[in-house]
């Protein structure tokens, strides 16, 4: 059975920082692109960053330069390092792990809400 557990999601105030992880269990991690999309209420969910088998990265524009994702394959996880954080970053996070559309697997999603 495949899982994907999210976890580094809060609250935090404009300008600062998170970390997000996901840890996964059940595939072989190493061969699929995985990546990180997020939904705000009222608004489509959509592509962060992602992050192929050989290591090619992806970012939306809105985030260039603030978010950098990463994944260790011996640790089955994941990650999103999230800098100079804006309200507008204020969503439900969630991971994707990807190997065509018979393998496209979801995590459970994990609240960002940045607020002062």
């Known amino acids: 059975q495949v899982q994907l557990l999210e976890s580094g999601g809060g609250l935090v105030q404009p300008g600062g920082s998170l970390r997000l992880s996901c840890a996964a269990s059940?595939?072989?991690?190493?061969?699929?692109?995985v990546g990180w999309y997020r939904q705000a209420p009222g608004k489509q969910r959509e592509l962060v960053a992602v992050i192929t088998s050989a290591s090619s990265t992806n970012y939306a524009n809105s985030v260039k330069g603030r978010f950098t994702i990463s994944r260790d394959n011996a640790k089955n996880t994941l990650y999103l390092q999230m800098n100079s954080l804006k309200p507008e970053d204020t969503a439900v996070y969630y991971c994707?792990?990807?190997?065509?559309?018979?393998?496209?697997?979801w995590g459970q999603g994990t609240q960002v809400t940045v607020s002062s």
């Open positions: 994707n792990c990807n190997r065509g559309t018979m393998l496209n697997y």
């Open positions: 059940g595939i072989i991690f190493s061969i699929y692109t």
